[in-house]
């Protein structure tokens, strides 16, 4: 079943070649027990390593039923491994998490035989050890770990058993009882395969082979193996066929271990798994709450926009300059009555217009005092701005001219001013001026950064020329007579503006007309800046969350690597081991993720109750985050699993 032809491994010590199979050629058949016994250093682990496939020799050939297997790839010799060879090592080599039951179903989710679970157990009972099956290895004594690991070795049923002085680490008791356990293995037509110091060990085997410094020194027959020609050829077929059938065993199969193998990972070190989750989980955090507030931020202002109709020019002074040099402050354009008298008169395209003036106003109420917006408007604000008031009623025109102080409130400062009480028909001070509350304007709501609400609305000649002395209207707005109009309308304006204030070419842009179209390109512009700026943020947290990631898992495959070359020497192979690692840095930075997008929603939802904000958390911004914490696993987590992955299954094991 087994035939060495001429193998030879060296390894390179500095400048030494050490040579620690120098021509070995040795031929086992099926059903025989073997024991390899020498001094220290002579190679029999060496030996060991190149029969169970965990290593290639330089040269030489090596053949498992017909097949040379020097030839095969990487992920054939994982298959045979995980299939035809158990391995029994002197240091057990359980991994510590699992119970007895979950270390001897190891190597059946590498043939993705999971369903076949009772096995495990069944060999867990048949070392002796139906009472122990849920405990873990430090809860169990040496010879029991060992036991574990045979039944680990079998369950798989395998056809040869490899031990690499399985005895060593045991005391005499629990020797007998190993020894036991590989002989019934043996009799049961197991083909075993010992490395031993122990004489007695070799009593009980049918074949001695004895190694000195790379070579077979001696190889004394005690019983007869036979191998029958019909088993040889049986073998053949099972090398074979292990090889073509179990190439492509399902990722999907395997998954659902993968993800519980990570869940372990992360659960046996929570505090580190935390985190290291914690630079996704602020970075997502803060996405997510910035999106909010910034989509809130948008609609209101749409909301806004929409308000004010789409057939709306403005026209405000701006900035002359002079060959394209800044002129000082002042140098711009002023606006008159006479300009929205002769705005008027283009009656084929303007509805309506009315001219504005701004300004903070002090309001005092028997004694509640309130900082606020004061706007002059014409009164043509109440149906082109929609401002019907909801209590008591707008000025009117004739008001604007006679001066009237007669004030219409938003409902910020009548909650401040008033609280629940009545406002109309009361006095109010604004800068110290007796005004009559007339009307409550409409709730327009607040953005993130204005409350609509917080205003006080008077006639345009009252505020110009009592309240702030003012000579000049800051602002004019005109509605055209439909969208169409809007163009002519605006060019039309602009000529009638030049015209009065009998400006140069030069003078030209020291007043500026926009329309709607404009400001809304202007705020969005604004908020495309914002976007990409948060976008910066978040990528640059999410960046270090991902590093923070990938260094725990450097930190988790150094750590793991003993139980790396376990599960290669069980029969993972490199993709398995990948697929192991990645998935739990991805399920971190998922979590890491998942974490961050409730932490930053209860942040948005605190900032809409506190700040009163239009706060709103989009679908589209959680998938948005989620995609990306998972591809921040994936991209950070490879490294370290590509790491695991090429991994010596033999240096893995010995790793200290
Ligand atoms: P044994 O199992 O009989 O004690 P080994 O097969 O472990 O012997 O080792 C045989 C020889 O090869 C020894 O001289 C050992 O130092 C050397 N050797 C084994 N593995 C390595 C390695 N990874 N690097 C360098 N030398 C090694």
Redesign the pocket.
């Known amino acids: 079943m087994i035939e060495l032809r001429d193998v030879h491994?060296?390894?390179?010590?500095g400048k030494v070649e050490?040579?620690?199979?120098d021509g070995v050629s040795l031929k086992v058949s099926s059903g025989e027990f073997v024991a390899v016994m020498?001094?220290?250093?002579?190679?029999?682990?060496?030996?060991?390593?190149i029969l169970g496939l965990l290593d290639r020799p330089n040269s030489g050939s090596y053949f498992l039923g017909n097949r040379d297997v020097t030839k095969l790839s990487d992920e054939e010799l994982a298959i045979l491994r995980n299939r035809l060879i158990g391995f029994v090592f002197q240091q057990f080599h359980l991994l510590p998490r699992m119970t007895a039951l979950e270390n001897a179903q190891l190597p059946l989710i590498y043939a993705g035989n999971r369903h076949l679970k009772e096995k495990a157990r069944q060999e867990l009972e048949e070392v002796g050890l139906k009472e122990r099956m849920f405990h873990k290895p430090n809860e169990l004594s040496g010879g029991q770990q060992q036991r574990v690991a045979i039944a680990r070795s079998i369950v798989n049923n395998p056809l040869i058993i490899l031990a690499?002085?399985p005895t060593g680490n045991l005391d005499s008791r629990s020797r007998e009882e190993i020894i036991g356990i590989l002989k019934r293995l043996n009799q049961k037509g197991k083909t075993v395969i010992v490395?031993t110091h122990e004489k007695e060990i070799a009593i009980h085997a049918k074949r001695i082979i004895q190694?000195r410094d790379?070579r077979l020194i001696s190889d004394e027959e005690r019983q007869a193996g036979a191998c029958v020609i019909e088993q040889a050829s049986l073998e053949n077929a099972m090398v074979n066929e292990t090889l073509t059938k179990l190439r492509h065993i399902s990722g999907e199969k395997k998954f659902p271990d993968y993800a519980r193998q990570a869940v372990f990972a992360m659960l046996s070190h929570k505090m580190r798994s935390l985190l290291s989750m914690l630079g996704i989980l602020i970075g997502v955090a803060a996405v997510i709450a910035m999106l909010a507030v910034g989509h809130g931020a948008r609609e209101s202002i749409n909301q806004q926009l929409s308000s004010l109709g789409s057939n709306l020019l403005l026209v405000r002074p701006g900035s002359s300059k002079l060959h394209g040099i800044a002129l000082e402050a002042g140098t711009v354009t002023r606006f008159t009555f006479s300009d929205i008298e002769e705005i008027n008169r283009l009656t084929d395209m303007v509805q309506s217009s009315y001219g504005m003036v701004s300004g903070r106003g002090q309001l005092v109420y028997g004694n509640k005092n309130w900082n606020t917006e004061v706007d002059g408007v014409g009164s043509a604000y109440v149906t082109m701005r929609a401002a019907e008031p909801v209590a008591g009623r707008f000025f009117t025109e004739q008001e604007v001219r006679s001066k009237e102080k007669v004030a219409v409130l938003g409902l910020t400062v009548v909650k401040q001013l008033f609280g629940d009480a009545n406002p109309l028909g009361e006095t109010i001070k604004i800068n110290l001026i007796n005004f009559k509350v007339i009307g409550i304007l409409p709730e327009k709501g607040a953005s993130a950064f204005h409350d609509q609400d917080d205003v006080v609305v008077i006639p345009l000649t009252t505020a110009m020329y009592r309240v702030f002395g003012k000579q000049y209207i800051d602002a004019i707005f005109i509605e055209a007579k439909s969208p169409e109009l809007l163009d002519v309308a605006q060019k039309a304006v602009s000529r009638i503006i030049i015209k009065q204030h009998r400006l140069s070419k030069d003078e030209e842009d020291s007043f500026q007309i926009r329309n709607m179209a404009d400001i809304r390109k202007t705020l969005e512009s604004t908020t495309k800046t914002m976007s990409l700026l948060l976008g910066a943020i978040a990528a640059i947290s999410l960046l270090v969350g991902g590093i923070g990631i990938m260094n725990i898992m450097l930190v988790s495959v150094t750590e793991r690597t003993r139980e790396i070359g376990l599960r290669k020497a069980v029969g993972a192979s490199n993709k398995d081991i990948m697929a192991q690692f990645l998935i739990e840095a991805v399920l971190m930075a998922f979590l890491g993720g998942i974490a961050g997008i409730l932490l930053g929603s209860g942040i948005s939802i605190l900032i809409a109750i506190f700040a009163g904000w239009n706060v709103k958390v989009s679908l589209s911004s959680v998938l948005l985050a989620t995609a990306f914490s998972l591809v921040v696993g994936v991209v950070f987590g490879l490294w370290p699993a590509q790491k695991a992955a090429k991994l010596d299954p033999?240096?893995a094991l010995?790793y200290e």
């Open positions: 491994k060296s390894y390179q010590m050490v040579k620690a199979l020498g001094p220290s250093g002579s190679g029999k682990s060496t030996l060991m390593h690499d002085e490395v190694m790379g033999i240096e010995r």
